[in-house]
């Protein structure tokens, strides 16, 4: 034992024909540091960045997780650094020649008997909250809006103990845009099934301007309506009845108090586990993610299918580089042509802004030692498990398939949130090496660390510790147990996270690819 806490000089190799591992001491390692193995540093390398197993000549392949991450720029001897200024990106697999199904993963057995306490509604979702929505339909009445909730959530909510929360659905969209313009219908059908997230009841009520362009009808079109035509939904403030400001506030508390009323009448039941709708999704991501909190999560993945459950990832930029690997695990031909035509969607409008994945990986994910986007991709899509992909939903769509999805989004931490409540999540898992204070009002969310030097200094904010698989101390499987458990646990109502604790909710960000005039 020396040095770095106690621990051993240790770096970790994910397959035998990786050609670099990972340094896993914390603050890294100064030159001459010799492993178990025989491998000595030829020079200091920071903790979870690269080390060379071998000389890579010039133009080698660079290869981790058994998959080529990129080509040496120059020649790199054994116990060097690699890091990005000695490496090339690869090209992007071509969508025109993937396989389509030609390894799909047989099925698990099944897993019988697991149940959580949540809230039946009507049109047949299950939340794992019970919370007021009040949705809003343009920007303009946003800060009312607010101001309303305030005052609901201080005079009215304490008298109806059994509803969790009142949340405001605000956004910068509903004017001064492109309504009709190719890609707006993304926005507009987001807001419109966020409105219907089973978290809120399953049914909305909507405050409006009354002279904006997204009219509430547009929003939230009759059929999409599960309450009582009797019963007002729309309050619009420019209407003639609201005399003042404090006339538009009173009618939306007394709105609010009659859904008060509605939701405070429900009580948890018993529902099996396939109620569940898991959304994963990774943020402020380092090379120890796709070796502890990925892959520990998609080992819970594969006991959520297993169960029944539904269970998306999402990160266009961050599955582009390994979507051969995935169209090849996919049910069935359809399925894997519909994952195609979501990255080439996204491939078209990255090129329209002048970009491509390469600007993906963060300043904060580089220094974590992911030197690429397919480093990153290969690490992120480790959160699928090896399920059988099941289907495919466009940003803003409401899942409607059992079993492993793929839930269209951008990478941004926000938008990729906002959009899997809209896909109907009622459950977030959230995986972290850097560290961020990211929440959902919304939905629950579990948050991960691929550190446990992270998970020790936010112990405050991190619910589960994965960094103990990269030590050895526990395994993917006990983690990945670990995590299944406490997603039933806080789906009950049973345990809390640390992000509901200290309400930590970020606000909504709409994927708005259309234009605004």
Same mark, same amino acid.
């Given at each position: 034992m020396s040095g770095n806490g106690g621990l051993r000089p240790l770096c970790i190799q994910v397959h035998a024909q990786d050609n670099v591992a990972i340094v896993a001491n914390e603050g890294g390692l100064p030159a001459g540091t010799q492993f178990d193995s025989g491998l000595t540093l030829a020079e200091a390398i920071p903790e979870a960045h690269k080390v060379a197993l071998s000389t890579i000549a010039q133009g080698a392949p660079i290869v981790r997780y058994g998959v080529v991450i990129g080509y040496a720029e120059a020649p790199v001897d054994k116990g060097c650094w690699v890091h990005e200024g000695v490496m090339s990106l690869p090209a992007a697999p071509p969508l025109d020649r993937l396989p389509l199904a030609t390894a799909v993963p047989d099925a698990l057995p099944p897993l019988e008997g697991y149940t959580f306490d949540g809230f039946l509604n009507q049109d047949g979702s299950v939340g794992t909250k019970n919370m007021l929505g009040i949705a809003t339909t343009v920007q303009c009445v946003s800060a009312t809006v607010e101001f309303a909730v305030k005052r609901i959530r201080s005079e009215i909510l304490p008298r109806y103990s059994n509803v969790d929360d009142v949340i405001a659905i605000t956004h910068p969209y509903g004017c001064g845009v492109a309504i009709n313009a190719p890609g707006s219908e993304i926005p507009i059908r987001t807001l419109r099934n966020l409105s219907l997230n089973p978290n809120l009841g399953g049914a909305p009520m909507v405050v409006s301007l009354g002279c904006e362009k997204l009219q509430p009808a547009q929003m939230l079109p009759a059929s999409s309506l599960p309450i009582l035509s009797s019963v007002p939904y729309v309050i619009r403030l420019q209407d003639e009845q609201h005399r003042s400001f404090g006339d538009m506030v009173t009618a939306i508390m007394e709105m609010a108090e009659r859904r008060?009323?509605?939701?405070?009448?429900?009580?948890?039941?018993?529902?099996?586990?396939?109620?569940?709708?898991?959304?994963?999704?990774?943020?402020?991501?380092?090379?120890? *993610?796709g070796v502890t909190a990925n892959p520990a999560v998609g080992y819970a993945a594969d006991l959520l299918?297993? +169960?029944?459950?539904?269970?998306?990832f999402s990160e266009v930029t961050e599955v582009r580089d390994v979507i051969h690997l995935l169209?090849?695990?996919?049910?069935?031909?359809?399925?894997?042509? =519909?994952?195609?035509?979501?990255?080439?969607?996204?491939?078209?409008?990255?090129?329209?802004?002048?970009? =491509?994945?390469?600007?993906?990986?963060?300043?904060?994910?580089?220094?974590?030692?992911?030197?690429?986007?397919v480093e990153k991709a290969l690490g992120s899509t480790a959160k699928a498990g090896s399920s059988a992909l099941a289907g495919v939903f466009g940003p803003g769509e409401r899942v409607t398939t059992k079993g492993l999805v793929f839930a269209a989004t951008p990478a941004s931490d926000f938008v990729c949130g906002?959009?899997?409540?809209?896909?109907?999540?009622n459950m977030h898992v959230f995986t972290t090496g850097r560290g961020t204070p990211y929440g959902l009002a919304m939905a629950p969310v579990i948050k991960v660390a691929?550190?446990?030097?992270? +998970? =020790?200094?936010? *112990?405050?904010?991190?619910?589960?510790?994965?960094?103990?698989?990269?030590?050895?101390?526990?395994?993917?499987?006990?983690?990945?147990?670990?995590?299944?458990?406490?997603?039933? =646990?806080?789906a009950s109502g049973r345990k809390q996270t640390w992000a509901d604790h200290w309400g930590l909710h970020n606000e909504f960000a709409l994927f708005n690819p259309a234009p605004i005039t």
């Open positions: 008060l009323i509605q939701l405070h009448a429900r009580t948890r039941v018993a529902r099996p586990a396939a109620d569940l709708v898991v959304g994963l999704h990774c943020g402020g991501s380092d090379a120890f *993610s299918v297993r +169960a029944g459950a539904t269970v998306m169209t090849a695990r996919a049910a069935n031909e359809a399925v894997a042509r =519909d994952l195609i035509r979501e990255m080439a969607w996204y491939d078209a409008y990255l090129q329209r802004g002048g970009a =491509d994945r390469s600007a993906n990986p963060t300043p904060g994910n580089k220094t974590g030692g992911l030197t690429n986007i906002t959009l899997q409540l809209a896909a109907g999540m691929s550190r446990s030097a992270l +998970a =020790d200094r936010w *112990s405050d904010l991190i619910d589960i510790d994965a960094g103990r698989i990269a030590t050895g101390e526990v395994t993917i499987q006990q983690v990945g147990e670990q995590i299944f458990h406490l997603i039933i =646990d806080v």
